[in-house]
């Protein structure tokens, strides 16, 4: 509702655009339960406080929000030698209730998804090295550690790993240097640029080649980095475009805004302007 409100109303719809194509750069879903919870605060701490400023930063944040780490099961991954692994198994649901083993979902999304790109020249070594270093960044949902992101050491591997050719220890502030790593990475900006231009309809090489020597010469930062894709000219050629993006700009065309505007919770109304009954029935 929120989201819409924005996109409906904004005076600066470039702006609200950029946010939107970052958000579903680091996507996570609401198919997965468990990460219902942190979907909006994921939008606003990831895609929309980092969007001008440095995709590392960026990069950072997503990897290290309880969303993407409950979204997709960071919180189980254990390093096979760590001291949490070691402890005796109560039950033998154990290993599946509390996770004792390498879950390579998160590094896998950042190296295929978030950073290089399927084609960025990983292995699945490289796989597996991202997500050893991953291990303990963790979600706390209990709030034992003040909320958020922490670092579980009992259940970080220990011992160091070779990440795309590049060696690294142990410890939290060793995968935060990896994710940096990536993020400098040449098929970085080669990916991230290639889904801006798909996204603004930039199709001359000459014009996303431009976009990856910013991204490169000014270390990823966004701000740059929209500034030149707004010099550009673009195809013109027509897309498709996503049932939300349609309507906000059906909305925005009609003049239609304060009609179309959502209500917040607690308003009376319905988003189809019905009153709602006090049992809250429609």
């Avoid at 979204?71 to 198994?89: H, I, K, T």
């Avoid at 709030?143 to 970080?156: I, L, R, T, V």
Wanted: hydrophobic share 35%; charged share 25%.
């Amino acid at each position: 509702r929120a989201r819409l409100n924005v996109a409906f109303t904004t005076d600066t719809p470039f702006a609200e655009r950029w946010v939107r194509h970052f958000s579903n750069h680091f996507s996570v879903s609401l198919r997965r339960i468990q990460a219902t919870l942190y979907v909006g605060s994921f939008e606003r701490e990831v895609a929309r406080t980092h969007a001008f400023g440095r995709f590392a930063d960026m990069l950072l944040a997503s990897t290290q929000h309880p969303a993407m780490l409950t979204y997709l099961d960071n919180q189980r991954s254990v390093g096979p030698e760590s001291d949490f692994a070691q402890r005796p198994r109560r039950t033998p649901e154990d290993d599946d209730a509390s996770g004792r083993g390498l879950n390579e979902n998160l590094a896998r999304e950042v190296l295929e998804l978030h950073a290089l790109g399927a084609d960025g020249g990983y292995t699945q070594d490289d796989v597996r090295a991202l997500a050893v270093l991953l291990t303990g960044w963790a979600s706390d949902n209990r709030n034992e550690h003040g909320g958020g992101f922490y670092f579980s050491p009992q259940k970080h591997q220990p011992g160091g790993v070779t990440l795309l050719g590049k060696r690294y220890g142990e410890g939290l502030e060793e995968g935060v240097r990896a994710i940096r790593d990536i993020a400098a990475h040449p098929a970085t900006a080669r990916n991230v640029c290639r889904r801006l231009a798909k996204q603004f309809r930039i199709d001359d090489p000459a014009d996303i080649a431009k976009l990856e020597a910013s991204f490169r010469a000014t270390g990823g930062r966004l701000d740059e980095l929209a500034r030149v894709l707004i010099g550009l000219k673009g195809s013109g050629i027509p897309v498709i475009r996503s049932p939300d993006d349609w309507v906000a700009a059906l909305v925005r065309a009609s003049g239609g805004v304060s009609a179309f505007a959502l209500p917040t919770r607690g308003s009376g109304r319905l988003s189809s302007g019905k009153r709602s009954r006090p049992d809250g029935g429609p």
